[in-house]
């Protein structure tokens, strides 16, 4: 009688363990996926070109995530000179953390590596061309928002005795007027700084946009569409240095939040 007890006893206790199971499986599946999330971007600009962008993290604690990014460079603007030629297919993928250091503001410094043929200046693409160390600092609130982005791109010797290396920044801020719309300022600059090779006066300017943004989102979150233009803002002696006109800037960016 006692063994019979005791084998309904270990079935019970067996059957009530893989239903707790079962039960808090989806649990914590929830819990682990509300700790991942991505958004990804079709971008089209009038100097780099269309390009897909993507940027995901995974969160460590309250308010720190590993994040991770990637951007599928076009040929760009062939145009501007950049490398000498074609861009080699170039991409750009990279990790780094992101930390929350108030309420609505974080802070995210990444490194990207390079591959392609643009700061390397080969005519052949090349894996691990250059680096991009980045930082990226990003406010949401109730009714403001905004994005501070700055990278140094810089190319490796692979071969080519001459390298490039670029500085690329932008800064825009914005009230949201809704939860569906929202609008701003935003100003971008490109700069080529110079490389092996390169006299000490050679750095000059692509562009130095300025103007506004409209921006429409999903107030449940989600999808988003966001257009940016502005002007060029460079001197005279800026645009005879580059050789390259650009009287305009436009950029136009549809995503969605995962």
Known sequence: MKNRFTKV????????????????????????????????TLNSDIFFGFYPFFAGSYSLSEKTAFTFYGILWSGGNNDAGLGGGAWGNWTEFGVGMNFDVADGININPQIGLLSGSLTSGLGTPVLGEGIVPNLTIGLDKAKTEGEIYIGYYHGFDHGNPST?????????????????????????????????????????????????YVQFADPNGGAFARFTSGADLRSDAQLTKSGYRQPSFFKLTVGYSF
Request: glycine share 6%.
């Open 164 to 212: 490039n290396n670029y500085l690329h920044y932008w800064a825009n801020a914005g009230y949201k007027l809704s939860p569906f719309f929202s609008a701003g300022l935003h100003l971008e600059q490109l700069r080529y700084t110079g490389g092996n090779n390169a006299p000490s006066d050679a750095a000059y300017d692509f562009y130095v946009a300025l103007g506004p």
């Open 9 to 40: 006893l270990a079935k019970a206790s067996a059957l009530i363990a893989l239903c707790l199971v079962l039960v808090s499986a989806p649990v914590l599946a929830q819990e682990e996926d509300s700790r991942f999330s991505m958004d990804v």
